[in-house]
Every structure is written in structure tokens, then in C-alpha cells.
């Protein structure tokens, strides 16, 4: 067993079994905080627990509580036992798929027959039986064993309600069945919508028994689903590191060996395109490192000898020797997934709408029944009617069409979500969207295109700018930096470069060679102003106020000069989706307060900021991946509930930890998986659009709620006053479950 530090003593994760609810969750963070000396979280998505424990608390006793309260728990193993096959995330979905399946076959004959006069061959209320009977007992057993654990514990949820309204209409049924007259040959369900008394003994409830089981197990395969899901931003995140590493021996001889085996103080090389293994300080070598994933800089870093490299982190230029600094759990991508983690564990349980009113609607239905039960005894009625009105209490009470409101409103809304290029991961992120009064935007790749063009040419007086870019460009089509490449792709599309002689790099300061231009030739410089200035080109006023406005504006600033004279500067920057502007002003439409929150330097945050109509004050700039953490907590602590747009590696920590996270689909994997709604065109005007669909399909789900119980509770008398005709019933069910479906399908029409 292993466990953190903490300064409240230790630190430990329980992988827990059996929660079937956000209250089940709920239910067992209690349980762990009695504990004197403990503090915990729990998170239903992991099915984790994040217990500090003091000294006099042991492990043992952490687990004793959770079983206490009618779950398990064990402590993560980092591998299987020899001979033993893990146990994998995958493998209960793929048991609640095979239980779904199951039921779904036997199930779809069953409500054919009853909803179908014309199927009712003699005798079929027998294969009824036969076929409901394995669904109500085999594949409604979660939902009996969770009623089980709540009875235990005197409380309910969802799966109380589903359990006893399942099991009655399957009682009842066994009884009109084998002592009633339910199960004589030619026995027919005909469409009746009258109002008379019964003894009941010739109706039987196998539809909406099998029918319920089946809808609600397939709403929980799809929640089982999106949180398998839950722990793919780590897999994702460290799936960025290297796998193997050129590790430089005595001799300066390399080696390949996986990245496990580099140590602290090890040598190895990073060449161009290749990721850097490890945290560390570069010996030799000068490059251009894109460190955008971890920093949200937009410009590639430049390094030469002592400088810091980050692991994970590419290597956009020259061969570099680099020194680790530190490895594996210490390195600062490992960290990152720590921050995650915890973001996700720390993030509040959204308790969902159906158990919170089933723990209401529950008992009060309960309390009827036993009621109904005592009054038609007093009242001298005989035991069989009693029971009769009795038991029609919970199966008019037996959620149909609550089995249906949120996954086919969920189904819908994500069906035309994906039509607009919203991915939405599961009902609990739609809550989140109602109240969302902050939008933290990340810059880069989410309000800008994350990649480096042409912004600008500014030639000398006299000086032609298309000849600038075209010999700018005709050079720096030799190198792979990325400032160098948007200069290159912007005179391409301009028309055919000379051809380039004698290219040379000049370590950190650009490039140089001779151009072929016809019949002429030209010693042509490349790069920083001060590569000219070594060369005594001086710029001109006119080249020096451009250079001083880019710089003033976020800017990249390069000096083109040949045959010993400065003749133009190229401006490049990370440039604006033509989108953005248009989508915040339609986020500020919604009552939303548009934050940009960016790793890049204020100069460019504020430009970028201005252009697309967001406040000064509401730029936030220079923050590392840690340090967005924080900000999103600072607003949360102000009271504001945050929704967060980004795209990046950088982001995801900051994704998980917002109230409502939205990744750019065409950014990495890490933020999409951290987040709770994936953008697929990665167009910020996107976000809107996810924002209003989500909040739209949230009040259907409500309405569906609402119209679910309320079909249910208006025959709540009828059922108690004995007055409960089964094809009435069976009608009130089917109206309420295709209102419900109808109410879902509107959302197709969403624009």
C-alpha cells in the first residue's frame, strides 16, 4: 500500500463498487467524514475517493466505512497479482451492455403483445410471463440491490421507485395470473378507457414491469458509458511524454532506451521534430521549442546553453544535448496530470434531478399505498380488494415515462449537438450550463488560430514589399521554425521563389544565403534587426517605426536586408479567428462575462483582447497551467460559476476544474477529454451555440420530468379509490411516455 503525505497526515484513494447515483456518493462522503480525523471527497464519474486521514486512522478502517454504508472499497493496485487478470473499466459496461441487450430482446415482444390486440393469440399472456419474468428479476437486479442498500440505510432514490413499482407489477401479474382469472385461454387486453372498480384479478402489468427495466438500464449504459471516459485526460496527458530517448553515454556515444531508464543528471539528445524526454537544461545546441501545450505561448521559445527545457515540449529547430533535471512523478507534465486529477476529484457532485425528486415522490407514494391499504381493510372491503388498490398505487406510481425523459431528451439534444459540431458528455453537464455567468477564454487556439501568419510587409522607401516577402520567404523556405514557415507558405502564395545558394543558420539570430533572382544574385539576411545591425544595416526611421509598432501590438518583428542595406521588416503573429469577435458579443447576449485568460505576455493578451471587444480588465496574462487553476478557483470563490473554453494541454487541468468545461475540438486530446462539451470545428461561435443547446435540452428534461410525475400523480387517486382500469392505466402510461418522446423531439428543430 502506498499513500501521500499530507499536512493533515496521509493521503490515500479508494477505488470504490455499488454507486448506482450521485446520492450514493453523497452517502458515502458522509459516511467517511464522521470518521474522526478524516476528510474526504468523493467522485461518482471515477468512482474514487480522496481520503486525508490523521495517524490514528488506518486504511482499514476507511474501507470498513464504506462497506458500512453498503458499498466496497479497495485500495488501487498498480498491477494485477501474478496469475490474476485485472479488472477494467471497461468490464462493467460491457456487463450492463449485456444486460440491456438481453432485456432489450425479451421486452420488445412483451409490450408488442400487450400494446397490440391484434397479437393476442391464446395463451399469450403465458409467453408474457416467460419472457418479463427474466428481465424484472436478472435484469432489474442493480436497481433491487440498490433499493436494498437504501431500505437498509432509510433512505431513497431512483432505483427504489424503479425497483417497487417493478417487482408490484410483476407480483400482481403472478397473482391475476395463477389464483385470478388473468390466465385463462383467450384472455384479450382490449383498449377500455373507462372508469370502473375491479378486483384486479384479471389484469396483469408484464409490459410496464419488462418496458421500465429496459428503459432505465439503457439510460444508465449511456451514463456508464460517458464516465469510462472520466479518466482518459490522464491516460492522454501522459501519453504525451517520449517513449524512448537517445541517451548520450562517456564517449558521446548514443543509445535508445526507454524513457524509464533515464535518471537524474543523464545526457541525451533531442533532435529537430523530436519531443524532449524530460524536464532539463540544454548543454549544447540552439533550437526553437514549442512549448504552446504547456505554456499557451503562441511563439516558439528560443534555447541555447543553461536554459530550462520542459519534457513533452517539441524541438522546432537545431539538435540539442540536453541535461535531465528531473524525472518521471517530479516533471512538470506529471504534475500537470496531478492538477487534473485533483481538479476532477475536487469538482462539486451535481446531484441529478430524478433522484432528488424520487426521494420525495418515493416514500410519499409508499405512505399512499400502505394507506390505501389500511383504509379499504377498515372500511370492511375484503383483503383482495384492498391489496388490489394497494398494489395499483405503486405501478401507476412505477416511473414509465421518467425512465424515458432524460435519455431520450439527452438522446435528441446530443443527436442534433453533433449535427451542429457539439459533442455533449453525459446530463450532468447540462445543469452546469443554467447557471454559468463567467466565460474563461483561453487565446491561443481557441480566440486566435494558434498558428503563426503573415500579418504585415513593410518595405524601405523605395523598395518593393512583394520583392521583401518574396526573398524573405525563398530563404526561410530552408528552415523549419515556425515563424520561418509562415513567412515561406505567405510568398509561396504569392508566386515562384528564386532559388536559394549557400544557406546558412546563424545560431539565435536568423538565416543567410545567396538568392538566384534572375540574372542577378543577392546576399540576403534573415532574422532578428540585430543580425543586421552586426552587418552594418542599419534600419531606416521607416523600417524603425515598424518595428516598434509590431512590438507595441504582440508582434513578431523580422528583418529582411541584401547587398548590405535593411530593406524591409516581415510582422507575423498569431492571428484572430474571423469568428471570435461576433461569437463573444453574442455570449455577453446571454448574460456571460467574457475573461481571456492566456500563458502568452500581456501586450499580445491586450491587443488580442481589444480586437475582439473584450475589457481591459478582464485579461489575464503570463499564467502558467497551475496559475489558471487558480484563477478559475479565485472566480469561483467570488461567487461566479465558470465556464472555461480552451484547447490545449495547458488548459486541461483549468477544463476540469470549471464549473462547465468547453475544449476545442481541434485541439488535443487532454483537453477534450478533461473537458464537459467538445467544440468538433473548434469555432468559438461553437461555444454559443453549445451553451444555448445545452440550457434548451436541460428544460426539456425538466418538462419531461414535470409531465412524467404528473401523469402519474393524477391517477394516484383514481388507483387508490379502486377505480383503476388497466387499459386506463396502461393509456395514461403510453400517453405520457410518447408526450415525453414528442416534448424530446423538438430539439431537433433547435437552430
Same mark, same amino acid.
Given at each position: ?7 493533515? $497526515? ?37 468512482? %474514487? ?22 458499498? /466496497? &472499497? ?35 415482444? @412483451? =409490450? ?75 384472455? %384479450? ?5 373507462? +372508469? ?22 439503457? /439510460? ?24 524512448? @530517448?537517445?541517451?548520450? /553515454? ?67 529547430? $537545431?539538435?540539442?544535448? @540536453? ?30 434531478? &430524478?433522484?432528488? +425528486? ?5 416514500? =410519499?407514494? =409508499? ?28 405501478? =401507476? ?45 483561453? %487565446? ?38 515556425? !515563424? ?39 546576399? @540576403? ?28 501590438? $504582440? ?13 524591409? +521588416? ?31 505576455? &500581456? ?10 471587444? !473584450? ?21 469561483? /470563490? ?33 483537453? +477534450? ?79
Amino acid at each position: 500500500m502506498s499513500t501521500d503525505t499530507d499536512p493533515l $497526515g496521509q493521503q490515500v484513494e479508494l477505488a470504490l463498487t455499488g454507486m448506482t447515483c450521485a446520492s450514493c456518493a453523497n452517502r458515502i462522503e458522509r459516511k467517511l467524514n464522521k470518521l474522526e480525523g478524516v476528510s474526504a471527497t468523493v467522485n461518482y464519474a471515477t468512482e %474514487k475517493a480522496k481520503v486525508t486521514y490523521a495517524d490514528g486512522v488506518s486504511t482499514d478502517d476507511l474501507v470498513a466505512a464504506v462497506e458500512a454504508a453498503g458499498y /466496497g &472499497a479497495s485500495l488501487p493496485r498498480p498491477a494485477a497479482a501474478e496469475g490474476e487478470e485485472p479488472v477494467t473499466e471497461a468490464d462493467p459496461v460491457a456487463t450492463l451492455r449485456q444486460r440491456l441487450v438481453v432485456s432489450a430482446v425479451l421486452t420488445v415482444p @412483451v =409490450i408488442a403483445m400487450a400494446m397490440v390486440p391484434a397479437l393476442q393469440f391464446d395463451n399469450w399472456q403465458w409467453l408474457s410471463l416467460t419472457l418479463a419474468a427474466p428481465v424484472v428479476v436478472w435484469g432489474a437486479y442493480p436497481f433491487h440491490r440498490a433499493a436494498w442498500t437504501n431500505l437498509r440505510h432509510g433512505t431513497s432514490t431512483m432505483d427504489t421507485l424503479i425497483s417497487l413499482g417493478t417487482l408490484a407489477a410483476l407480483g400482481w401479474s403472478l397473482y391475476a395470473l395463477f389464483w385470478g382469472t388473468a390466465g385463462t385461454t383467450g384472455m %384479450k387486453h382490449p383498449f377500455e378507457l373507462t +372508469i370502473e372498480r375491479s378486483d384486479g384479478g384479471g389484469n396483469i402489468y408484464l409490459e410496464a414491469a419488462a418496458g421500465v427495466t429496459t428503459f432505465i438500464l439503457a /439510460g444508465r449504459y449511456f451514463e456508464q458509458r460517458s464516465k469510462r471516459r472520466a479518466g482518459a485526460a490522464l491516460r492522454a496527458l501522459l501519453e504525451l511524454g517520449a517513449k524512448e @530517448v537517445a541517451v548520450l /553515454g562517456p564517449d558521446d556515444v548514443e543509445r535508445r532506451v526507454p524513457v524509464e531508464e533515464l535518471g537524474v543528471g543523464g545526457r541525451f539528445v533531442v533532435r529537430p521534430g523530436e519531443k524532449i524526454a524530460t524536464d532539463g537544461v540544454v548543454e549544447r545546441g540552439s533550437s526553437a521549442v514549442d512549448a504552446s501545450m504547456l505554456t499557451g505561448e503562441s511563439v516558439p521559445v528560443e534555447v541555447g546553453e543553461g536554459d530550462a527545457v520542459v519534457g513533452g515540449c517539441v524541438n522546432a529547430g $537545431g539538435r540539442l544535448v @540536453v541535461r535531465a533535471t528531473r524525472v518521471g512523478a517530479d516533471t512538470q507534465l506529471a504534475q500537470m496530470a496531478r492538477l487534473v486529477e485533483d481538479a476532477q476529484n475536487g469538482k462539486a457532485q451535481v446531484q441529478r434531478l &430524478a433522484d432528488r +425528486i424520487s426521494g420525495i415522490f418515493v416514500p =410519499i407514494v =409508499i405512505l399512499l399505498a400502505a394507506g390505501t391499504l389500511g383504509f379499504w381493510l377498515g372500511a370492511g372491503n375484503g383483503l383482495a380488494a384492498a391489496f388490489t388498490a394497494a398494489v395499483a398505487v405503486l405501478i =401507476i406510481a412505477c416511473p414509465c415515462a421518467l425512465g424515458l425523459a432524460t435519455p431520450t431528451a439527452l438522446m435528441v439534444g446530443t443527436g442534433r449537438g453533433a449535427q451542429l459540431g457539439i459533442l455533449i458528455k453525459g446530463p450532468e453537464v447540462l445543469e452546469s450550463t443554467r447557471a454559468v455567468d463567467t466565460v474563461v477564454l483561453d %487565446k491561443t487556439g481557441t480566440v486566435t488560430t494558434g498558428r503563426m501568419t503573415l500579418r504585415s510587409v513593410v518595405a524601405d522607401d523605395g523598395e518593393s514589399a512583394d520583392e521583401v516577402l518574396r526573398y524573405a520567404g525563398a530563404l526561410e523556405d530552408s528552415s523549419e521554425h515556425p !515563424i520561418a514557415r509562415a513567412i515561406a507558405d505567405a510568398a509561396r502564395e504569392a508566386g515562384p521563389l528564386p532559388i536559394v545558394e549557400d544557406f546558412a543558420n546563424v545560431e539565435g539570430l536568423g538565416v543567410q544565403g545567396v538568392l538566384l533572382d534572375g540574372d542577378a544574385s543577392h546576399a @540576403v539576411l534573415v532574422g532578428r534587426p540585430r543580425l543586421l545591425e552586426e552587418w552594418s544595416q542599419h534600419l531606416s526611421p521607416v523600417l524603425a517605426t515598424a518595428l516598434e509598432e509590431a512590438q507595441s501590438t $504582440g508582434g513578431t518583428a523580422v528583418a529582411v536586408g541584401w547587398d548590405g542595406q535593411a530593406r524591409g +521588416i516581415i510582422v507575423v503573429a498569431d492571428a484572430i479567428k474571423p469568428t471570435s469577435a461576433t461569437a463573444i458579443a453574442q455570449l455577453r447576449e446571454l448574460g456571460l462575462r467574457p475573461v481571456l485568460l492566456t500563458g502568452d505576455n &500581456a501586450v499580445v493578451a491586450r491587443t488580442v483582447a481589444a480586437e475582439v471587444g !473584450i475589457a481591459e480588465e478582464d485579461v489575464i496574462a503570463d499564467v502558467l497551467p497551475a496559475d489558471k487553476v487558480d484563477v478559475v478557483k479565485r472566480l469561483q /470563490g467570488e461567487g461566479r460559476v465558470v465556464a472555461m473554453v480552451g484547447d490545449g494541454v495547458n488548459d486541461a487541468a483549468a477544463l476540469a476544474q470549471a464549473d462547465l468545461g468547453l475544449a476545442m475540438g481541434t485541439g488535443t486530446d487532454v483537453a +477534450i477529454e478533461a473537458s464537459d462539451l467538445t467544440l468538433v470545428r473548434g469555432d468559438l461561435q461553437v461555444a454559443v451555440d453549445a451553451i444555448r443547446l445545452s440550457r434548451r435540452t436541460l428544460a426539456t428534461i425538466k418538462g419531461n420530468l414535470f409531465w412524467a410525475f404528473a401523469y402519474n400523480i393524477a391517477a394516484l387517486p383514481l388507483a387508490a379509490a379502486g377505480l383503476l382500469n388497466p387499459m386506463l392505466a396502461g393509456a395514461a402510461m403510453a400517453f405520457s411516455s410518447v408526450f415525453v418522446v414528442s416534448n424530446s423531439l423538438r430539439l431537433r428543430g433547435f437552430r
